[in-house]
């Protein structure tokens, strides 16, 4: 199913879609709010049994401001419908950007964020940053959480700072993002993109100004991170051993990636690779040396009980 013109946009918007149909045509019209003439919009709908598949039929009769393609996801669940986006349609547009099916983005988020992108070298470049919480109806709960860190490799290998609703990548980024996830699986697509640019040498900017309102809802597949509960659900991640087959999923993505990688990079993920291997005391003064971080001080102590554990 699509709508298109004869030439393609030069910015490509890449949502997925599973049983979205409360809140995806308020999404909808706030991408085609967008303050730039331009952009293509390509879903990738994951199965929906909800009205979701008639609401995209609509909205792509509608559509102006470029191409409106509809996929058929691959069934496989959240992570790997935006892989199946990434190597379908992540490399062949200018500025690429991910969107969930349930947000409200401001009318200059696009604008905002190619600016900045259109301004930085020949380097791949990504743009990410802070969100509005808002509930169900819309209404603002509070802010995200505010990163003050700088970004870094030394960051991402153990933390996801953007949230995919409002990344934008230029084309050396999505390339790379994309050629990354072709045969590999990642945990999810904000963290795994955040990941290969910063190991590949690329510049992230994190915009501590919010752009988009971030719904909070009962069926949010991920949510706000901030919360008693979600910390409490780190926890028993940790505890369970899922952050380390977290861990596992990206080094063998990683591994293909070497190539294109910064040495730093390199050598960071051969220590890390190795510091998972010794032994309960040896392993923190690793972490030490490896000057990995996570964004806040709690972060990092629950960072080193995790490496002292042996759950990273």
């Not at 879609?17 to 909808?28: K, M, S, V």
């Not at 995209?56 to 409106?68: D, I, P, V």
């Not at 070298?121 to 003050?148: E, H, I």
């Not at 080094?251 to 309960?280: C, S, W």
Request: hydrophobic residues 40%; charged residues 20%.
């Amino acid at each position: 199913m699509s709508v298109a013109t004869t030439d393609r946009a030069e910015t490509a918007v890449l949502m997925g879609t599973y049983n979205g149909a409360p809140f995806l045509a308020e999404q909808i019209a706030s991408i085609q709010a967008q303050t730039i003439p331009r952009l293509d919009l390509i879903v990738s709908d994951d199965g929906s049994t909800d009205g979701t598949q008639a609401l995209l039929a609509e909205a792509a009769a509608g559509w102006k401001k470029g191409q409106f393609e509809v996929l058929s996801g691959p069934g496989k669940g959240f992570s790997e419908n935006y892989r199946h986006l990434l190597i379908a349609h992540g490399q062949s547009h200018a500025f690429v950007a991910f969107s969930d099916q349930d947000d409200i983005w401001h009318p200059e988020k696009l604008e905002v964020a190619i600016n900045w992108l259109g301004s930085q070298s020949d380097k791949p470049a990504l743009y990410c940053g802070r969100t509005r919480y808002v509930d169900a109806a819309g209404n603002y709960l509070r802010m995200s959480p505010l990163f003050r860190k700088p970004p870094s490799v030394h960051n991402a290998l153990v933390q996801s700072i953007g949230g995919g609703n409002t990344m934008v990548m230029n084309a050396k980024a999505a390339q790379l993002v994309g050629m990354a996830s072709r045969n590999h699986p990642f945990v999810s697509h904000d963290w795994w993109a955040y990941l290969v640019v910063t190991a590949c040498g690329g510049i992230v900017r994190y915009d501590a100004t919010p752009h988009i309102d971030y719904r909070q809802h009962q069926d949010n597949v991920l949510g706000a991170n901030d919360t008693v509960l979600a910390r409490l659900r780190r926890a028993t991640a940790l505890r369970q051993g899922r952050f380390r087959q977290w861990m596992d999923i990206h080094l063998t993505g990683l591994a293909e990636l070497e190539p294109h990688m910064t040495t730093e990079a390199r050598n960071l993920i051969a220590d890390f690779r190795a510091m998972r291997q010794k032994g309960p005391i040896a392993r923190p003064l690793s972490l030490v040396r490896s000057r990995l971080y996570r964004q806040t001080l709690l972060g990092t102590m629950s960072l080193g009980i995790a490496v002292a554990m042996g759950w990273l």
